[in-house]
């Protein structure tokens, strides 16, 4: 579904990105670890459109998407999980689900969006969604709290639930679990598998801890100094030397 190929993000002098290429397959929840600093979120900015590459490309089923933009990239179904906004913190957390723009839905749906008087029946399918949405995560019980009040792990799967407003192809998780307690990762991760064998999203998840990677995720790639060192199994990459080595030197 993903294919990078040779691909450079440089800031000024430094090689944050420095070659990498793989491929993430589709209907795969594949997993990206590394050190810090290997180059991961850079790696995930470059693919969805918030940093252009330095040089290299990107494909999407055989499209190339090198450095579009995000919203383009959102209207092709790729999508990356974005911190709650802090304008949007005071606004509950279904309110937040609806104001997702509709991808993949044409332009007359989103304009009409905006045309308040028009569009009651649109709303009430958007408000279902949300509420479907909100069922599936297990947060039905605070839809009418503000999401600013929301625990961490609870934005985490609200952030998640916005990509579900739309019909995403692939989702993009940088660090979805950090700070997050074990009850709460482990809803998120049974949200991930279900939406991955229920809806046939495709993940890539970056994530450190080790327990939660080698549960949901196959394959596993592992980054080093801004390009792939390794791909397979949890149990693969984790008797890598290679991989030990790069661990151990940082
Ligand atoms: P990871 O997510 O694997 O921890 P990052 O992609 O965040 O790594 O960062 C890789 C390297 O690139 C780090 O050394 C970081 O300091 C550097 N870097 C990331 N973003 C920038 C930036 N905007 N300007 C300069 N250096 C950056
Ligand atoms: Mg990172």
């Given amino acids: 579904m993903i294919r990078v190929e040779n691909l450079h993000r440089h800031f000024g002098g430094f090689r944050a990105v420095d070659g990498a290429s793989l491929e993430i397959a589709k209907g795969s929840i594949t997993g990206l670890v590394g050190p810090n600093g290997a180059g991961k979120s850079t790696l995930f900015n470059v693919i969805a459109g918030a940093l252009p590459p330095t040089s290299g490309k990107v494909y999407l089923d055989g499209e190339d998407i090198t450095g579009l933009p995000p919203h383009e990239l959102f209207a092709k179904g790729l999508l990356r999980t974005f911190q709650i906004a802090h304008e949007f913190s005071s606004m509950t957390v279904r309110e937040n689900l609806m104001m997702v723009p509709p991808a993949q839905t ?126 397979g199994t949890i149990q693969e990459i984790k008797s890598n030397e290679q991989v030990i080595e790069a661990y151990l030197g940082t």
């Fill in 106 to 231: 044409g332009e007359n749906l989103w304009n009409s969006w905006f045309q308040r008087g028009k569009i009651a029946r649109e709303e009430e399918a958007i408000r279902r969604k949300a509420d479907e949405v909100l069922e599936f995560l297990t947060i039905t019980h605070v839809a009418d709290e503000k999401a600013g009040n929301l625990s961490g792990g609870q934005k985490k799967l609200l952030e998640l639930g916005r990509t579900m407003m739309v019909d995403a192809k692939i989702v993009f998780l940088d660090e979805v679990g950090a700070g997050v307690n074990r009850t709460l990762l482990n809803t998120i991760g049974d949200a991930i598998i279900r939406l991955n064998q229920e809806k046939g999203y495709t993940f890539c998840v970056i994530e450190h801890d080790m327990d939660f990677i080698g549960r949901l995720c196959d394959p596993v790639i592992v980054m080093a100094e801004g390009k792939k060192l390794a791909e």
